[in-house]
Structures are given as C-alpha cells and as structure tokens.
C-alpha cells in the first residue's frame, strides 16, 4: 500500500529533534485516544448490530439485524480465500465478539529505487486501525496467510470478522462517526491489499504529518538497520489546526 504524503527536506539535526518531539506527541495521542475508546466503548456492544447472529446469553431480537449479518457475510465472502484459503461461509450464532476497541497504529510499504529491499514500512503517529478486540493481531493474521506461521483457522476468521462487524457497525450507526469528528478524530475507511483488500476502520488525528526524501529514509534505515520509518509530525501543523466547531460557529455568523 503506497500513501501520499507530505516530502520535506531535514538534515540530521532536525531530524534528531523532530523524531523525538513526535514520539512524544504521539504518546500523548494515543493515550489520549484509548481514554476516548474506554468512555464510549458502550455505544460499540456488537448484539446491537447482530443480536442472535453472535452468541449471546440474552435471547431477546434486536430490529435490523438481518440485514447487518448479510451485509457482513457478503463482505467476508469476498476476501475470505484469498490469501486466507477460508471457507466463505459463516455459519451463525458466530463466536462472541468481545466489547472491547483496541487500535494499532496504521502502517505502509513505501517503496524505494535506491534500496536493496525496495520497500520500507512507515509508521504513521497520528492514525490507528480500529477494530473490535482480537487474540490474531494483523501483524499475525499476515503471517499466517503467507505460511510464515502455523494457520490457526478460527483466529483468523475471528480477527477478519471483528473488522468487518465495526465497519458494517460504524455504517448502520452514522452518528457514531459523527460522535468520532466531535472528539477530533476523522474516520476513514482503507484496504489493506497485502491481506486481502480487508477494509478497515482508520481514526486520525488532526495532525498533519510528513516524510523526508527517500534518499534520507534510506540513510537512516541503512544506520539502523531496520527497513522501517515513522512519519514525523510538522511543528507548524500542530500551530494550525483548527477548532470544527468554531469554524461552523464562524460561518453561521458570517452568513446571518
């Protein structure tokens, strides 16, 4: 998955001062988001969107469900075998969905003429991946689909489904995304092609952030060692963002 972004000249001074304020601030982010995760997870209870279709000591129907379990059968069906080799159909009651949001942050290949391994992960501080809570994690759901690791079905269909059930969650509840923009966060939906075009929930904060030249990128990976890079978050767009609702306060006058 190749992202545009930002380029912007550093030289190894600035880069050393500027990598370690954005750990810092992307500390705080994230410290800041499960905070948020952890007040509103009550709103995000999968019976809400599946009712009986997940296993559940409440036996009582919940209006609409039908149409959220087909829409996510239908969502499943088409990237369950590749590269999963899983079976495309679900067979209700699934296995329960835990009520708990968890996040990782989001991550990309960039690649890169000059380096011998072509590409390099990118980290991004200021967006994560949303999903209900998993036992796989991406990084091993990855691994598993391409032999690196012993396949463990379950967890695999499980992982895959806890993303699709907040993305069809967060479409038959739109306030909710509404809910995300209040709290400054926007919420974005991506495919992630190394597993499949799985779509996933992005949050991101408004921080805008930016990569040096690959020349660069390529140096620092080459010291280290390590075929990854974090994006680094521009000093002057933490001075600019902007308040959503004083902006929409500012219009109403402008207009009456």
């Not at 239908?74 to 590749?82: A, L, P, Q, R």
């Not at 796989?136 to 463990?152: D, F, I, S, T, Y």
């Not at 902007?242 to 902006?247: A, M, V």
Request: proline letters at 8%; a negative charge; glycine letters at 2%.
């Amino acid at each position: 998955m190749e992202e545009r972004i930002f380029r912007k000249q550093l030289n190894n001074e600035e880069f050393l001062k500027l990598r370690q304020a954005t750990e810092k601030i992307a500390q705080l982010l994230t410290k800041r988001l499960k905070g948020h995760l952890e007040v509103i997870k009550p709103l995000f209870i999968p019976r809400i969107l599946l009712g009986n279709y997940i296993k559940s000591a409440l036996m009582d129907e919940v209006p609409g469900t039908d149409k959220a379990f087909t829409e996510l059968q239908e969502m499943y069906g088409t990237i369950c075998e590749k590269p999963f080799a899983l079976p495309r159909k679900l067979t209700p009651p699934l296995p329960p969905i835990l009520n708990q949001l968890d996040t990782v942050p989001f991550q990309y290949s960039l690649f890169l003429e000059e380096s011998e391994d072509k590409t390099v992960s990118i980290t991004s501080p200021t967006q994560w991946i949303l999903s209900y809570r998993s036992e796989c994690p991406l990084n091993r759901l990855k691994a598993m689909a391409l032999g690196m690791e012993p396949r463990q079905p379950d967890e695999m269909r499980q992982t895959i489904i806890n993303h699709l059930a907040l993305f069809v969650f967060l479409k038959h509840f739109p306030a909710l995304n509404q809910l995300f923009e209040d709290l400054r966060y926007q919420v974005e939906t991506k495919e992630l092609a190394d597993l499949g075009s799985l779509p996933v929930v992005i949050l991101k904060a408004p921080v805008e952030t930016f990569l040096p030249p690959d020349d660069f990128i390529l140096q620092i990976t080459q010291l280290s060692g390590i075929a990854a890079f974090q994006e680094i978050i521009d000093p002057e767009a933490v001075k600019k963002i902007t308040d959503p609702l004083k902006e929409a306060l500012r219009s109403l006058i402008a207009s009456s």
